[in-house]
């Protein structure tokens, strides 16, 4: 067991859970619904899933990885035509009190469905356009769908999650040219299909001044609730920009910009580090993993934790546009909770049956 991983997802765990407490605690509506309870709740049944998913060697979640990812597809289907409005986006599928976004689900079905696909190739040589349009339509499906909802960022970071554990089993020179020329001319296309509030948070990265009430109001508070906390921050309960609203999302999307604010440069980089101690555990899980399907199980959650982080934390340090991505493990979500210990239950399944250190070398 990986317990250096273990820990570092525990504590982020409980940083995220305290950090939420902190950021509803003098908003009445959130802390009467008890946000922080909900997500200990969520963490605890999340641990739970990723101890019994130990107990199944992860060849048996492969086998099934087709008949995960068609189930994942119908739920994003069902998404467009019945899924709750929320923000104006239609991205949750309710039962009864429960609320599950199949957003969150469809990075493992694509991780788990390409470890499969690519795992049972034999041959040893880089892949063609023959082999890779295959995988190139298995994500690009549930990613269309993602959009449509819409929400570019998942949609944007499944993709990237496909591209590497493509890259990671190997693609020709001469393909990577073509689609790397194909996607660069196409770029400018896909300004035209982006929404009217899609192009203004792009353009607001750039000059978050021009809209400052509007487009550019998160950004901006986001960045003051950073550079205020300082070197130490203003103290645990004590952030000003979230006790007095000004911060929005603060308890999901800008849960790190409360984290700067009230435990400022320091426990900013604190967090940092153990996300790059987890970050380094699941490549070292993928150097020593025991055969390929394992490596690509691990390199696909390593790419999904590594691009959410990137994402989540440039987003709310005015570096990236602002598309919804949560901070994996500390941000509130159920569905985003229980999916990242599912994840990363696969990485140490994959890591206790991983090579041993002896056949590495011989």
């Excluded at 994500?139 to 769908?145: C, D, F, G, M």
């Excluded at 790397?180 to 607001?204: D, H, S």
């Excluded at 990265?205 to 400052?212: E, G, S």
């Excluded at 979500?333 to 056949?359: D, E």
Aim: hydrophobic share 55%.
């Amino acid at each position: 067991m990986d317990w250096l991983l273990v820990l570092a997802t525990i504590l982020l765990s409980l940083t995220g859970i305290y950090m939420i407490y902190s950021a509803i605690h003098s908003n009445p509506v959130f802390l009467k619904n008890s946000l922080h309870l909900r997500q200990a709740l969520w963490s605890s049944i999340g641990l739970c899933v990723l101890l019994s998913i130990l107990f199944f060697d992860y060849h048996f979640f492969t086998r099934w990885a087709y008949f995960f990812y068609a189930l994942v597809i119908v739920l994003l289907i069902a998404v467009l035509f019945s899924g709750q409005v929320v923000g104006g986006s239609k991205r949750w599928l309710v039962f009864g009190p429960l609320r599950l976004q199949p957003s969150e689900l469809a990075r493992l079905a694509v991780i788990l469905v390409l470890a499969r696909y690519f795992g049972s190739r034999v041959e040893e040589e880089p892949m063609g356009f023959k082999e890779l349009i295959p995988a190139l339509l298995m994500a690009l499906a549930p990613v269309l769908l993602i959009i449509r909802q819409p929400d570019l960022g998942t949609g944007l970071t499944v993709f990237l999650i496909a591209g590497v554990m493509a890259l990671a089993v190997g693609i020709k020179k001469r393909v990577i040219i073509t689609i790397g020329t194909a996607a660069v001319a196409c770029a400018p296309l896909g300004w035209l299909f982006l929404k009217e509030y899609q192009r203004r948070r792009i353009l607001t990265l750039f000059n978050p001044d021009a809209d400052p009430l509007g487009a550019g109001y998160q950004s901006m508070q986001s960045i003051i609730a950073v550079g205020s906390g300082e070197i130490w921050g203003k103290g645990l309960l004590q952030g000003t920009q979230s006790r007095l609203h000004f911060l929005p999302e603060k308890h999901t999307d800008f849960i790190f910009s409360v984290l700067s604010e009230e435990l400022g440069f320091i426990g900013s980089i604190t967090v940092l580090a153990l996300f790059f101690i987890f970050i380094l555990r699941c490549l070292i899980t993928a150097l020593n993993a025991a055969d390929k399907e394992g490596a690509l199980l691990a390199i696909g959650v390593t790419t999904a934790f590594f691009l959410y982080v990137i994402f989540n934390i440039g987003m709310t340090l005015g570096l990236m546009p602002i598309v919804g991505i949560p901070l994996p493990l500390v941000s509130y979500g159920g569905s985003a909770s229980i999916s990242s210990f599912i994840a990363i239950g696969l990485v140490l399944n994959v890591g206790v049956r991983r090579r041993s250190l002896s056949s590495m070398f011989s």
